[in-house]
T-cell receptor, first 110, second 114 residues
């Protein structure tokens, strides 16, 4: 099956700086790569996703890049704000079954 | 839509007791997933249903765990008998699977087994 690895496990940045989280996957058939944000006591919520026919996608301060050849994808958050502090999960899927990374705990220091 | 609804939000029980977690997926979604989240193992897929039929239950830890989906709007995850190592947050999620769609999570059920 698919194996998704995520780094780093924890990340602290100063407010206003950028944050980058990286994931790799093993199954070249994976074609959909969502990113989820989980706040304390809540369920994961989709913040951005990318499909395998696209190399980059941007939504305001967040962006995701995908390198199919290298089988890795990254989340970029610019101009970080304290409310960006949360746990972020990447995932990969070929169809119904989603494989999640182990999560990155992001802390934005005011 | 109210989103994926899970109950109870919190459950504290004693070892050996039966636990039933409930989930109402988003109307129109035809895939439903049960995940378990712990600090040690992250998000683990326990089982998923497509059109109310269990497709993959290989993640169910052992026979003490069972899941049902009697209709498109309701699913249960049962643990009998419960053990302290079952303590975790259990998430239900649903999606419209026709096009590898977005997975929507509920708020989770935090289970503590004493």
């Amino acid at each position: 099956g698919e194996n998704v690895e995520q780094h780093p496990s924890t990340l602290s940045v100063q407010e206003g700086d950028s944050a980058v989280i990286k994931c790799t996957y093993s199954d070249s058939a994976s074609n959909y790569f969502p990113w989820y944000k989980q706040e304390l006591g809540k369920g994961p919520q989709l913040i951005i996703d990318i499909r395998s026919n696209v190399g980059e996608k941007k939504d305001q301060r967040i962006a995701v890049t995908l390198n199919k050849t290298a089988k890795h994808f990254s989340l970029h958050i610019t101009e970080t704000q304290p409310e960006d502090s949360a746990v972020y999960f990447c995932a990969a899927t070929t169809g119904n079954q989603f494989y999640f990374g182990t999560g990155t705990s992001l802390t934005v220091i005011p | 839509d109210a989103g994926v609804i899970q109950s109870p939000r919190h459950e504290v029980t004693e070892m050996g007791q039966e636990v039933t977690l409930r989930c109402k997926p988003i109307s129109g979604h035809n895939s439903l997933f049960w995940y378990r989240q712990t600090m040690m193992r992250g998000l683990e897929l326990l089982i998923y249903f497509n059109n109310n039929v269990p497709i993959d239950d290989s993640g169910m830890p052992e026979d003490r765990f069972s899941a049902k989906m009697p209709n498109a709007s309701f699913s249960t995850l049962k643990i009998q008998p419960s053990e302290p190592r079952d303590s975790a947050v259990y998430f239900c999620a649903s999606s419209f699977s026709a096009n590898t769609g977005e997975l929507f999570f509920g708020e989770g059920s935090r289970l503590t087994v004493l």
